[in-house]
T-cell receptor, first 110, second 117 residues
Framework: RKEVEQDPGPFNVPEGATVAFNCTYSNSASQSFFWYRQDCRKEPKLLMSVYSSGNEDGRFTAQLNRASQYISLLIRDSKLSDSATYLCAVRAGGRRALTFGSGTRLQVQP | EAQVTQNPRYLITVTGKKLTVTCSQNMNHEYMSWYRQDPGLGLRQIYYSMNVEVTDKGDVPEGYKVSRKEKRNFPLILESPSPNQTSLYFC????????????????FGPGTRLTVL
């Protein structure tokens, strides 16, 4: 089983839709969680950290469910510019490295 | 401008010909890392460095070497490249690896697309 797993998609949604992605992790000692956005052939860029209590940044909401070992990303009112691949990243306690999922591709259509 | 730079951006080479991909950051970050990204496999860490002269293996270190002689530079060396090292490579840096917020955000370079024939 992969340490961090994501549904590769693609998720094809119309503009204005609400879409949610999940990311599961296997190491229960994981401490830090992030969502990155990667545009085609570009470098990943941090979208948001995921806090234990959940957090929101504009149209984006991130949540952590430690009991079930997953994090989620909710995008409301999808824009064409939201089309990208969304990578989750997890850092396990005692480890230095971030482990990335393979990404979920989102395509927002007009 | 705060950034991570990589060179070259694109490289086509042949099996066995040694090459180096450079990585430099101007943010005085302690932590630097190399990843490769392959379809369906996502980002996999090759090597990382906690600080000058401190390096360690990531998940897929075979066939690669690194060095950290200066804080800002972290070159990736392929002594004898093989076709299975054809990939998209990213260098990344972060302030540190503490648990405190803001320490873990990794800033990525623009990527190096390597093809080994």
């Amino acid at each position: 089983r992969k340490e961090v797993e994501q549904d590769p998609g693609p998720f094809n949604v119309p503009e204005g839709a609400t879409v949610a992605f999940n990311c599961t992790y296997s190491n229960s000692a994981s401490q830090s969680f992030f969502w990155y956005r990667q545009d085609c052939r570009k470098e990943p860029k941090l979208l948001m950290s995921v806090y234990s209590s959940g957090n929101e940044d504009g149209r984006f909401t991130a949540q952590l469910n430690r009991a079930s070992q997953y994090i989620s990303l909710l995008i409301r009112d999808s824009k064409l510019s939201d089309s990208a691949t969304y990578l989750c990243a997890v850092r396990a306690g005692g480890r230095r490295a971030l482990t990335f999922g393979s990404g979920t591709r989102l395509q927002v259509q007009p | 401008e705060a950034q991570v730079t990589q060179n070259p951006r694109y490289l086509i080479t042949v099996t066995g010909k040694k090459l180096t991909v450079t990585c430099s950051q101007n943010m005085n970050h302690e932590y630097m890392s190399w990843y490769r990204q392959d379809p369906g496999l996502g980002l996999r860490q090759i090597y990382y460095s906690m600080n000058v002269e401190v390096t360690d293996k990531g998940d897929v270190p075979e066939g690669y070497k690194v060095s950290r002689k200066e804080k800002r530079n972290f070159p990736l060396i392929l002594e004898s490249p093989s076709p299975n090292q054809t990939s998209l490579y990213f260098c990344a840096s972060s302030l540190s690896v503490g648990v405190a917020e803001g320490y873990n955000e990794q800033f990525f370079g623009p990527g190096t697309r390597l093809t080994v024939l």
